[in-house]
């Protein structure tokens, strides 16, 4: 049995690491660009004026264990969009008066508004899905590539 040159098999192993973190880094990024995208491309929910689906955004997160792929929408209704609502009475906060569009078109005031709350959209859930299952995929094309050239 004859041993090779071990500086070279530790030199290539080192690229193995590298170009595994680069694949990762990579293949999270991506995910995270297609669960924007997929939030914009199918809100399931009726897009309104405020344009919700356009705030979410994504990052990765190094934790202790590895890094993880986070989504996220700054928009203080976002979690009642996704996770539903119960009914609930909707009060000004500043002004004494609620402005709103009827659904005749005229501008309506109100003290308060019954809402009666919605279903849940998961529509953030929707997204990580399929933010997992482009990770899924892509991972496994670029770690077959890099095992390949090992």
Same mark, same amino acid.
């Given at each position: 049995?004859?041993?090779? !040159?071990?500086?070279?098999?530790?030199?290539?192993?080192?690229?193995?690491?590298?170009?595994?973190?680069?694949?990762?880094?990579?293949?999270?990024?991506?995910?995270?660009?297609?669960?924007?995208?997929?939030?914009?491309?199918?809100?399931?929910?009726?897009?309104?004026?405020?344009?919700?689906?356009?705030?979410?955004?994504?990052?990765?997160?190094?934790?202790?264990?590895?890094?993880?792929?986070?989504?996220?929408?700054?928009?203080?209704?976002?979690?009642?969009?996704?996770?539903?609502?119960?009914?609930?009475?909707?009060?000004?906060?500043?002004?004494?008066?609620?402005?709103?569009?009827?659904?005749?078109?005229?501008?309506?005031?109100?003290?308060?508004?019954?809402?009666?709350? !919605?279903?849940?959209?998961?529509?953030?859930?929707?997204?990580?899905?399929?933010? !997992?299952?482009?990770?899924?995929?892509?991972?496994?094309?670029?770690?077959?590539?890099?095992?390949?050239?090992?």
């Amino acid at each position: 049995m004859q041993i090779g !040159n071990l500086d070279e098999l530790e030199r290539a192993h080192d690229r193995l690491l590298a170009d595994n973190e680069r694949a990762i880094a990579q293949a999270l990024d991506l995910a995270g660009q297609h669960g924007v995208e997929h939030v914009q491309r199918y809100p399931e929910f009726k897009p309104q004026s405020g344009d919700l689906q356009k705030h979410t955004k994504y990052r990765v997160v190094r934790t202790s264990a590895g890094r993880i792929l986070r989504l996220s929408n700054d928009m203080p209704y976002a979690g009642a969009i996704d996770g539903g609502a119960k009914a609930h009475v909707i009060t000004p906060k500043r002004a004494k008066l609620l402005r709103f569009i009827g659904r005749d078109g005229r501008t309506v005031f109100a003290r308060r508004v019954n809402h009666p709350g !919605n279903k849940p959209y998961r529509f953030m859930y929707f997204a990580t899905d399929a933010a !997992n299952r482009v990770f899924r995929a892509d991972i496994e094309r670029r770690l077959t590539d890099i095992g390949a050239r090992f």
